[in-house]
């Protein structure tokens, strides 16, 4: 579905782009793994996870919070498309935000920060690679969990956005998906983080990580369903 020319789309989705872009998704399910483009649709994921229909857990890897309700009432909005499934979903029961700032975070209004287990860029680039990793495998297993990563989470070297980046590699976050993938339910998963197409030049980095993730995914899809076949 391409929506880069639909009105009222472009980082903020008034009802009338929203209606249109649900009725061309409505074929679909929020299953497998879907590519989004740049982060100033990120909140297409909002349109994916409406679909589930069993209480889930929501994992996003984001430089940003997206948690910052948008100044202008009943718009969606690629900065608080978060906020806004947590006030919305009733089947969302718990948000895992990793990556951005603490003082971003510490601006949430505090009624979706108690509903976010949160793990910062601070505490990311001051634990071991040990402490990383068994947090990922600690995580609540108890629901089916959606993972949406925006590769502005990623650092310069690894991608290059439309927005500011954070200090995660490639290797770091196929690592955590790895683990998520392994042992979680997980229903679907989204990318985005592409950048403007008239503001980028080195997009062989998108290209390189999008092709990895997928791949990681695909190994992961094809072990469980061996596992499954062994049983």
């Known amino acids: 579905m391409e929506v880069q020319d639909l009105p009222g789309s472009n980082c903020y989705c008034d009802g009338e782009a929203k209606e249109k872009m649900m009725k061309a998704l409505q074929p679909y399910n929020g299953e497998g793994i879907h590519f989004i483009d740049s982060g100033n649709y990120h909140y297409v994921s909002r349109l994916w996870i409406e679909k589930v ?13 997206d948690m910052q309700l948008p100044a202008f009432g009943g718009l969606l909005s690629c900065g608080g498309w978060i906020a806004a499934s947590l006030e919305e979903l009733p089947m ?22 108690e509903k976010v287990q949160f793990l910062s860029r601070e505490q990311l680039k001051m634990m071991t ?17 959606y993972v949406s990563v925006d590769k502005d989470v990623l650092c310069a070297e690894d991608a290059v956005t439309t ?29 985005c983080g592409e950048c403007d197409p008239d503001a980028c030049e080195n997009d062989v980095l998108n290209d390189r990580a999008n092709q990895e993730i997928l791949q990681l995914w695909r190994k992961c899809l094809r072990q469980i369903l061996e596992r499954r076949q062994d049983r």
């Open 53 to 65: 229909q069993k209480p889930f857990r929501l994992l996003v890897f984001d430089n940003h919070t």
């Open 92 to 113: 969302l029961k718990q948000v895992v935000l990793i990556g951005p700032d603490e003082d971003a975070f510490a601006q949430v209004e505090p009624q979706f920060r």
């Open 129 to 145: 690679w040990k402490e990383k990793s068994i947090f990922f495998e600690e995580l609540c297993t108890d629901l089916p969990l």
């Open 163 to 191: 927005w500011s980046q954070g200090d995660m590699t490639l290797g770091e976050l196929k690592c955590f998906l790895e683990i998520i993938l392994r042992q979680q339910p997980v229903i679907g998963m989204d990318i």
